[in-house]
């Protein structure tokens, strides 16, 4: 608890209590979740929050380079608290979102070309081992 208030902290981000809960939900689920997947997980919890509250936490957490964006995986934003350079394995069957990390040169080719790369997502498509195992 004492961690994440002085992450936000350290982000600029005043660290409210619902602020925290939402920080702590992004650090233990890794689930690139949607407003409403963390919503509904902390309502019980946290009765006082508001779809709002989280919405707008994610803006500012946003800003502040605390998670980022995933573009383009379905209508919802998706929201990553993972800064480390990854790729995405999207399972088609079950949705479900897993980090990766293979070698890729890529951002390296493009900082050779004079570029400043902050942000990159590379997504992959198909149908996860786990999924696999029950289908055939
Ligand atoms: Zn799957
Ligand atoms: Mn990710």
């Known amino acids: ?75 919802e934003s998706r929201f990553d608290y993972n800064y480390d350079f990854h790729h995405h394995f999207i399972c088609r069957n079950c949705g479900k979102i897993n980090d990766i990390y293979i070698d890729c040169n890529l951002k390296e080719k493009l900082i050779a070309e004079g570029h400043q790369v902050d942000e990159a997502h590379g997504s992959f498509y198909g149908v996860c081992r786990d999924c696999l195992k029950t289908i055939s």
């Open 1 to 75: 608890m004492e961690n994440y208030k002085q992450i936000l902290i350290n982000h600029g981000i005043k660290p409210t209590f619902q602020r925290i809960k939402i920080l702590e939900y992004l650090d233990k689920n890794k689930n690139h979740p949607t407003v409403d997947m963390i919503y509904s997980s902390l309502y019980p919890k946290v009765p006082t929050l508001s779809k709002t509250t989280v919405y707008n936490t994610l803006q500012i957490m946003q800003k502040r380079g605390l998670v980022s964006i995933m573009s383009s995986i379905d209508t």
